[in-house]
């Protein structure tokens, strides 16, 4: 499988998208996570990275992207991925696109995890006093989730269009969320079977 799992900061991506991958075998690759620990490493990357981090911002794509291509043209993804955090603007969709194209792939669905704002912003802070999170403030979580509603929903609509999505909702028993998107996963691909059988 080739999947996104998209959705808001707070929305269980990470929990999620490690649970998904580890059912169908794939790798997760979380950009977030990555550029997380370039910047505990205080890697370039990370040095690059932290001050749009620690602002609320995305990333540069240029940045993005390319750690992105490197990623998904190691072996372990020959089988499948799960990409979590990316894309997460227009431009970085037309790079994916052209990242899949290179690699003789393409993408089997886009999981939507839908949760209420202020739901998130509650768990987020939550969160950051759990995990010492110094990128967690409630000023810069608002600012993450503006970011997101303005760069990275549109993108839900592109891919809609695509007959790609299939949206979940993210708030709940981690378990139960877990079930929900592992049955739109097996509808998309008793779907692509029985295309695959068809065509």
Same mark, same amino acid.
């Given at each position: 499988?080739?999947?996104?799992?998209?959705? *808001?900061?707070?929305?269980?991506?990470?929990?999620?998208?490690?649970?998904?991958?580890?059912?169908?075998?794939?790798?997760?690759?979380?950009?977030?996570?990555?550029?997380?620990?370039?910047?505990?490493?205080?890697?370039?990357?990370?040095?690059?990275?932290?001050?749009?981090?620690? !602002?609320?911002?995305?990333? *540069?794509?240029?940045?993005?992207?390319?750690?992105?291509?490197?990623?998904?043209?190691? *072996?372990?993804?020959?089988?499948?991925?799960?990409?979590?955090?990316?894309?997460?603007?227009?431009?970085?969709?037309?790079?994916?696109?052209?990242?899949?194209?290179?690699?003789?792939?393409?993408?089997?669905?886009?999981?939507?995890?839908?949760?209420?704002?202020?739901?998130?912003?509650?768990?987020?802070?939550?969160?950051?006093?759990?995990?010492?999170?110094?990128?967690?403030?409630?000023?810069?979580?608002?600012?993450?989730?503006?970011?997101?509603?303005?760069?990275? !929903?549109?993108?839900?609509?592109?891919?809609?269009?695509?007959?790609?999505?299939?949206?979940?909702?993210?708030?709940?028993?981690?378990?139960?969320?877990?079930?929900?998107?592992?049955?739109?996963?097996?509808?998309?691909?008793?779907?692509?079977?029985?295309?695959?059988?068809?065509?």
């Amino acid at each position: 499988m080739r999947l996104i799992l998209m959705g *808001p900061p707070g929305a269980g991506k990470g929990t999620q998208a490690a649970r998904v991958a580890a059912r169908y075998d794939v790798p997760a690759i979380s950009t977030g996570d990555i550029f997380r620990a370039n910047v505990a490493a205080a890697t370039p990357l990370g040095i690059s990275a932290k001050a749009y981090m620690d !602002a609320g911002e995305y990333v *540069p794509d240029e940045l993005t992207d390319a750690l992105v291509r490197d990623r998904l043209s190691q *072996p372990d993804c020959e089988r499948g991925f799960l990409l979590d955090g990316y894309p997460r603007t227009t431009a970085q969709v037309t790079e994916l696109d052209a990242i899949l194209s290179d690699i003789g792939s393409r993408l089997d669905a886009v999981v939507v995890l839908e949760a209420d704002q202020q739901q998130l912003v509650e768990r987020l802070l939550n969160r950051a006093q759990v995990e010492g999170r110094s990128d967690d403030t409630e000023d810069v979580i608002r600012r993450r989730l503006e970011v997101y509603a303005q760069e990275t !929903a549109p993108l839900i609509d592109l891919y809609a269009a695509r007959g790609l999505t299939e949206h979940v909702d993210g708030i709940g028993r981690v378990d139960d969320i877990t079930d929900l998107i592992n049955a739109a996963v097996d509808r998309r691909t008793s779907a692509l079977d029985s295309d695959a059988m068809t065509g």
